[in-house]
T-cell receptor
Framework: DVKVTQSSRYLVKRTGEKVFLECVQDMDHENMFWYRQDPGLGLRLIYFSYDVKMKEKGDIPEGYSVSREKKERFSLILESASTNQTSMYLC??????????FGEGSRLTVL | QQQVKQSPQSLIVQKGGISIINCAYENTAFDYFPWYQQFPGKGPALLIAIRPDVSEKKEGRFTISFNKSAKQFSLHIMDSQPGDSATYFCAAIGYSSASKIIFGSGTRLSIRP
């Protein structure tokens, strides 16, 4: 069974803190994605990666960075968290068929 | 030109009724139109998808209707059940590449018993 695992389901951080969101997939997919989900705005792409150490900006990359040192792992980094980054973050991987497999999400609250 | 417009934002349907969610797009380069279903506390999962060479695709109680000339597609849920209560996202992809996927804003569907 395909699986995308996000290590933290709920996080509470303070403004200015550095935040790491980790994602691991066990499907040997080349492509991995980080989305942000906000009510009424749907799913917005932050960054994606199509290979180890490769990354591409999505629609809303400002304030975020990513790291992909291994094929199965894709990390989202908030260098200095701000309150407007309070959101649900979804990691996904792609089988190159156009079908995205999502993790269960990480709900981040920045105080 | 890259937008996918989804409506309604929320929908309440009685058990046994038909739920209809609509989406419209502008970019004619899109060649794959999936629908994702998301239950509370879960990530979205692919529900059903269609390519523009057909006008309809049916899987069980779920049907996608596709109107290429109008650049519109819709999800119909027949005999809606309380277990169908979820958020639904339409999407459009160009060149069958998930990196090019554009999502609609989502519809929160509630099925009343």
């Amino acid at each position: 069974d395909v699986k995308v695992t996000q290590s933290s389901r709920y996080l509470v951080k303070r403004t200015g803190e550095k935040v790491f969101l980790e994602c691991v997939q066990d499907m040997d997919h080349e492509n991995m994605f980080w989305y942000r989900q906000d009510p009424g705005l749907g799913l917005r792409l932050i960054y994606f990666s199509y290979d180890v150490k490769m990354k591409e900006k999505g629609d809303i990359p400002e304030g975020y960075s990513v790291s992909r040192e291994k094929k199965e792992r894709f990390s989202l980094i908030l260098e200095s968290a701000s309150t407007n980054q309070t959101s649900m973050y979804l990691c996904a991987s792609d089988s190159n068929t156009g079908e995205l497999f999502f993790g269960e999400g990480s709900r981040l609250t920045v105080l | 030109q890259q937008q996918v417009k989804q409506s309604p934002q929320s929908l309440i349907v009685q058990k046994g009724g038909i739920s209809i969610i609509n989406c419209a797009y502008e970019n004619t380069a899109f060649d794959y139109f999936p629908w994702y279903q998301q239950f509370p506390g879960k990530g979205p999962a692919l529900l059903i998808a269609i390519r523009p060479d057909v006008s309809e695709k049916k899987e069980g109680r779920f049907t996608i209707s596709f109107n290429k000339s109008a650049k519109q597609f819709s999800l119909h849920i027949m005999d809606s059940q309380p277990g169908d209560s979820a958020t639904y996202f339409c999407a459009a992809i160009g060149y069958s590449s998930a990196s090019k996927i554009i999502f609609g804003s989502g519809t929160r569907l509630s099925i009343r018993p």
